[in-house]
C-alpha cells in the first residue's frame, strides 16, 4: 500500500482546510484509513481520527466536532476536513493505513494555523 497525503498549507485561526490522502497498491487488505499529526520532528505521533473498512470512526477529544474524517466510495481516499481551526492544530498531519500484518504511512503534509 502506497499512500499519497495532499491539502496542508497555512490558514489563519477558524479558518478550514481538507487534507487528502490517495491510498494505492494493495488496497483490498486496507482494515482502516487515518490521520496522525507530529507537532515537531522527533515528537510523538497522535492520532487525529481513523475510519475503518466498515466506516467506524473516532476522534481525539480535541478535534471533536471540529475536524471530520471520510472516505470515498471506492475506499480509496480518505479526507480529513478541518474546521475551526487553532493555532495548536499546526502540525504534519500523516496519513495511515492498517493492514492485517502492517501499518502504512505517507509522508505527511505541513498544516500551519496563524493567530
Known amino acids: 500500500v502506497q499512500l499519497v497525503e495532499t491539502g496542508g498549507g497555512p490558514v489563519q485561526a477558524g479558518g478550514s482546510l481538507r487534507l487528502s490522502c490517495v491510498a494505492s497498491?494493495?488496497?483490498?487488505?486496507?482494515?482502516?484509513l487515518g490521520w496522525y499529526r507530529r507537532a515537531a520532528p522527533g515528537s510523538q505521533f497522535v492520532l487525529v481520527a481513523d475510519i475503518t473498512s466498515e466506516g467506524r470512526t473516532r476522534y481525539t477529544d480535541s478535534v471533536t466536532g471540529r475536524f471530520t474524517i471520510s472516505r470515498d466510495n471506492a475506499k480509496t481516499t480518505v479526507y480529513l476536513q478541518m474546521n475551526s481551526l487553532k493555532p495548536e492544530d499546526t502540525a504534519r498531519y500523516f496519513c495511515?493505513?492498517?493492514?492485517?500484518?502492517?501499518?502504512?504511512w505517507g509522508r505527511g503534509t505541513q498544516v500551519t494555523v496563524s493567530p
Open positions: 495511515n493505513a492498517d493492514t492485517a500484518t502492517e501499518r502504512t
Open positions: 497498491g494493495d488496497i483490498d487488505t486496507i482494515t482502516s
